[in-house]
């Protein structure tokens, strides 16, 4: 290792000599230059090489030659150093990329910083090496090939190069989304490049149009051209030559005609776009980013159109596919309210769902029927109009009953509805939805909002978390209800803490029952016991919260955060003297919880430092270290506690 660190550090002599000869760096800087990088070397020819001393060794090359340059371009010496050092820094950058790349292939962060370093030092001719080598690691990653294409077609103007990188991209990726979409992008980039070109030439009809029209236009300024006679024409046009120019440029026009040629039509693509729905059939988002990156360009009215044609005919069993195909009388025609067209468009729109719900009559498709009309409802100001989608929506919404597709989902909207409708109608409503679809958390939070007094909202309440046990919501309802309940009446203390330790108390019990997600269940328990005795310390002293903190550890498993509010409310109200006791037990239990070790075994030494109590602390400090996964950075945040 010593003999190629030598002579790699030999090989560097003779810049570092010219350097020195001219002044640029001092001889005490290029010993210091020569020290980094022997540490460097050695570093980076270690048995276990690592990434970061790569990294390191690079930022200071950077660095170094940036400090170079400066100081050449202040002393003057442009032209003499410019043959023998001019890319001397960069090279040496460029190897350490190289070596750093080879041993760590599979990182792909190192090659795009290899690739954004080559780019800004312009360093053109191995940029396409660079690409080829982290495609050849990296060949399931889209953004490389993507990166590639683009420099392809951007830099190189080379469109056949990044079709070719594209396509085989799309090859060993077929069903990445990304490739597809960027791939039909670079074809309508490529034609919108050459509808630009012709234009400019003047080679559409349309502008030829308005350039025959500005030459009618003739005023002072004009520079009008020389006259030629009948005779000079017609000798012009029977010259050979000339016939046989006219002929192929005839041909070519016609061949280049934006009208008849199918690729400035976007042929190519719509054939993209036919082979992506074939990699992809059954995904409506993949579909609608197309129509997306049409709109980034001109004359896309045909693309548009076979999109939405292909998703009609090919997803007529998928609700979201049919609401799309409808709403885009409104959505891409970007008719605004004040239009006259606006109301065609609805009607448009409207008899597409209206064949849709009859062809699909199934609970999705009817939802987003309905969906649709209130969010018109919503924006719509035109009384007639508002009236009009008004008793559509009604008149869908009991169609949709009459059929028995009702959703829990559509009882939730048609009593949002109601409310501001018809409140009587809506309370109907809300008890057929409730009589369907009981475990609909919506619509019982409707029903609770309904009633009125102290004893019927309790009731409601009760039913329906007997019900829905495991929902937070009601949870967290039922906790606010019965905390501005304690606010407002002056109720036995006693008694109201019997309400809160039963509702603890059914959490836990009931819960583990009927809900298989346990992290669910911890959540709707640990909010009740921190709410129990958060309330319990408001209402009475320390000692009622002990109390009640003692019960709820006794008889129900308490969750950590428990445990710290625990701890939280004796730092607050606990005397400092007779709260150890309790401080500590609570400690005692903290530390059990295996997922939380490290932060209790630190929190508990530091209140004992903090306390004075050495003995118990370091008592407490041996049994860490036997259960901490890392002993010597626990090591190092006892002492940096023991420091403060």
């Known amino acids: 290792m010593a003999e190629t660190v030598q002579y790699i550090l030999e090989r560097m002599l003779p810049e570092l000599e010219e350097l020195e000869k001219h002044h640029v760096f001092s001889p005490v800087e290029i010993k210091s230059i020569i020290k980094k990088r022997t540490n460097f070397e050695y570093a980076l020819h270690r048995r276990i090489k690592k990434k970061i001393d790569f990294l390191r060794c690079i930022e200071y090359e950077m660095n170094l030659e940036k400090l170079r340059t400066v100081r050449i371009k202040r002393l003057g010496v442009d032209d003499k150093l410019k043959h023998k050092l001019q890319y001397t820094g960069n090279k040496r950058v460029f190897t350490l990329f190289e070596r750093a790349t080879v041993r760590f292939a599979g990182d792909i962060s190192l090659w795009l910083q290899f690739i954004d370093y080559a780019k800004a030092k312009k360093a053109y001719n191995i940029l396409s090496s660079i690409y080829v080598k982290a495609i050849k690691y990296h060949p399931r990653n889209a953004s490389l090939w993507i990166l590639a294409s683009s420099w392809e077609y951007e830099h190189n103007a080379n469109i056949s190069a990044a079709r070719l990188l594209l396509q085989r991209a799309i090859r060993m ?32 009809k349309d502008v030829m149009k308005d350039v025959e029209m500005d030459e009618a236009k003739e005023d002072g300024e ?216 009981p475990h609909s958390i919506t619509l019982w939070k409707h029903r609770i909002a309904e009633e009125k007094g102290q004893k019927t909202v309790w009731k409601q309440y009760s039913n329906a978390l007997d019900i829905n046990p495991d929902s937070y919501e009601l949870w967290v309802g039922w906790r606010d209800h019965f905390l501005r309940l304690v606010a407002k009446q002056s109720t036995d203390r ?124 370091n008592l407490v400090y041996h049994t860490a270290c036997k259960e901490v996964s890392n002993k010597e950075a626990f090591d190092t945040k006892v002492q940096s506690l023991n420091n403060k």
């Open 173 to 204: 990726n077929p069903e990445n989304k990304q490739l597809w979409h960027e791939y039909f992008r670079l074809e309508l980039m490529y034609i919108e490049k050459i509808k630009m070109r012709r234009r400019v030439l003047g080679l559409d």
């Open 494 to 617: 006693d008694s109201l803490g019997d309400q809160f330790y039963k509702a603890c108390e059914k959490a836990t019990q009931l819960l583990p029952s009927v809900t298989k997600d346990t992290a669910e269940r911890n959540k709707i328990k640990e909010m009740l016991q921190i709410s129990y005795v958060e309330w319990a310390a408001t209402t009475g002293d320390i000692e009622y919260t002990r109390k009640i903190y003692q019960k709820i550890i006794m008889n129900f498993y308490p969750t950590y955060a428990f445990l710290l509010k625990c701890l939280e409310l004796e730092n607050e109200l606990g005397e400092a003297k007779n709260g150890q006791f309790y401080v500590e037990n609570l400690y005692d239990k903290l530390i059990g919880f295996v997922d939380h070790k490290e932060e209790s075994y630190l929190s508990y030494l530091s209140y004992l430092y903090s306390q004075k109590k050495f003995q118990k602390a």
């Open 222 to 437: 004009t520079i009008a051209l020389p006259k030629i006679s009948v005779e000079e024409a017609e000798e012009w046009k029977n010259d050979d030559s000339q016939q046989a120019m006219n002929k192929l440029t005839e041909e070519t026009s016609n061949a280049m005609e934006h009208d008849i040629n199918p690729i400035l039509q976007g042929l190519l693509a719509q054939i993209v776009y036919k082979n992506a729905i074939l990699a992809i059939p059954d995904d409506l988002e993949f579909r609608t980013k197309f129509i997306e990156i049409y709109k980034m360009f001109t004359d896309n009215e045909k693309g548009i159109q076979m999109v939405y044609e292909s998703i009609e005919n090919d997803m007529k069993d998928n609700a979201s596919a049919r609401a799309c195909v409808a709403r885009r009388y409104l959505v891409e025609e970007k008719v605004s309210l004040s239009d006259p067209a606006f109301v065609p468009a609805l009607k448009k729109a409207v008899d597409v769902f209206e064949s849709a719900v009859r062809e699909l009559n199934v609970s999705a498709m009817w939802e987003e029927y309905v969906l649709f009309l209130m969010d018109w409802y919503k924006i719509v100001t035109e009384e007639h109009l508002k009236l009009y989608l008004s008793k559509s929506i009604q008149k869908q919404l009991k169609e949709c009953e009459k059929q028995e597709k009702m959703s829990a989902k559509l009882y939730e909207l048609w009593v949002a509805f109601m409310k501001k409708e018809d409140e009587e109608k809506m309370k109907s409503v809300l008890h057929r939805g409730l009589e369907h679809y």
